[in-house]
């Protein structure tokens, strides 16, 4: 009966040419329609790239297919954050215990090995197809392939064409569609650092860098070749602003005063600034994602913004957990869509505000004293009760086996016993002779 189902997936991205994969390895004929060029044979464009953060619930999805340690080998391993003050003191942050790191790997790449590994699977992909609505009824796609337009129908559709959905777009005429979404006052911009002399790294090359500045921030993130993208999330409004500083050369100015450490950096600065667009960031919210035999998943049912480097994960473990419905439920997909959504739901919701709340904590408080002494206690009291305290960065990004939903609400447990700790007179200097092991055993307490 497998081999008889036609499934289609609209999107080539990241998620929907994995997501081929694994259905096309679970015996399905595979579709996926794409409204972009084919990047293996196009210049991707640049500025919109934002460097993936692979971490345990990527790896552990791309392990579903075979992939994690082709890919682990083409990216570079970031140990924690590097923060650059305004005088360009550094101070270096560690993202968990030894041996426990993220990964920084391109975009596109990663879209190229995903597609090359599908299509070794049969999975057939259909660039210049670009969909114009899906009758859920009937499970037929309409798209457009160039003056053309085209009907198919299929068993089942599957809209991973991200934040901007045209699936998720037929679904909104539906009853009852909830929607929503909601932009930051920020936008990003990016930027570039060469290699230096012999190929070298000009910056720690096994760290994500911050420039964190109160309103704004600058990152970067290395790449294999030895070069940095670097992404300025900057207000669109105020001062100072994309708008405020419109003319080029102010703008030049302003950022070679706020980055004074790494402008001198970027040879292509001021063409960066000319040339690579200012982007908007957006979270999605939407419920049903399923509706008949159409489904959303990734960005098109849950974006988020990128402050937890948890948006590729994310949609990532959206395949790996459609997969082990399947297998729970043999195939039966009239009982798995709705099984998946309502099991997704929650923890993609627990994602989406644990990004925002974590920009907040990149760009005001990565500096400030009183929050590196508070990790600094919580770091205490995992290396001491690993298992009755972990930090909530470490539960979203190496605990694969905690939900997104139970992170955020352990998080929200020991934030409120913390604020306790840190309104104790004289903390500061006598935070190691707390009672450790009563604080751990707190979270389990706390209702």
């Known amino acids: 009966m ?7 997936i609209v999107g080539a991205g990241l998620v929907g040419s994995l997501l081929s994969t694994y259905l096309a390895k679970r015996g399905y004929k595979v579709s996926v329609f794409d409204r972009r060029f084919d990047i293996r044979l196009h210049q991707i464009d640049g500025g919109r790239s934002i460097n993936m953060a692979l971490s345990n619930r990527g790896l552990r999805a791309l392990e579903g ?8 080998e083409s990216a ?3 140990h924690g954050r590097m923060i650059h003050d305004a005088h360009g003191n550094l101070t270096f942050q560690a993202y968990g215990k030894e041996g426990e790191f993220i990964n920084s790997i391109s975009r596109g790449s990663l879209n190229m090995v995903l597609i090359n590994h599908a299509e070794k699977h049969g999975v057939q992909f259909f660039f210049e197809h670009r969909s114009t609505g899906v009758d859920l009824n ?3 796609l309409a798209f457009q392939m160039h003056a053309a337009i085209i009907h198919k129908k299929f068993d089942v559709i599957i809209g991973a064409d991200g934040a901007f959905s045209a699936v998720r777009g037929s679904m909104q005429f539906t009853d009852r569609f909830e929607y929503s979404q909601t932009y930051i006052e920020h936008g990003y911009k990016e930027f570039r650092i060469p290699p230096g002399e012999g190929r070298k790294f000009l910056l720690e090359k096994n760290a994500l860098h911050i420039w964190p500045r109160e ?4 990152i970067a993130l290395p790449n294999p070749d030895a070069t940095f993208t670097c992404t300025l999330f900057f207000p669109f409004e105020g001062d100072p602003s994309f708008k405020s500083l419109k003319k080029r050369k102010a703008f030049q100015s302003f950022f070679e005063k706020s980055f004074p450490d790494v402008a001198p950096l970027m040879p292509t600065l001021k063409e960066d600034l000319r040339d690579n ?7 999605i919210r939407c419920y049903p994602w399923a509706v008949n035999n159409t489904l959303l998943i990734g960005d098109a049912a849950h974006g988020i913004v990128p402050f937890f480097g948890q948006g590729m994960n994310s949609g990532f473990e959206d395949c790996r957990i459609l997969n082990q419905l399947l297998d729970t439920h043999n195939d039966d997909w009239e009982i798995v869509l709705p099984t998946f959504q309502k099991m997704r739901k929650p923890d993609t919701d627990a994602i989406a505000q644990l990004a925002l709340d974590n920009f907040v904590e990149m760009r005001d408080l990565v500096a400030d004293a009183e929050f590196l002494l508070r990790k600094k206690i919580e770091a205490r009291l995992h290396e001491l009760y690993p298992e009755k305290w972990i930090p909530l960065y470490s539960m979203v990004t190496f ?3 905690i939900g997104y939903a139970e992170a955020y609400a352990i998080g929200r447990k020991q934030k409120k016993i913390m604020d306790e700790v840190m ?3 004289g903390i500061e200097s006598t935070w190691e002779s707390l009672n450790f092991e009563q604080l751990a055993l707190q979270v389990a307490q706390e209702s």
């Open 2 to 8: 497998k081999e008889s189902k036609h499934i289609a």
């Open 65 to 72: 297919i075979g992939l994690s340690e082709q890919l682990r």
């Open 76 to 78: 570079v391993p970031m």
């Open 138 to 140: 009937t499970t037929e």
């Open 215 to 218: 309103s704004y921030m600058l």
């Open 277 to 283: 667009p200012t982007s908007s960031l957006i979270t």
């Open 399 to 401: 605990h694969d086996t």
């Open 423 to 425: 309104k104790i007179p």
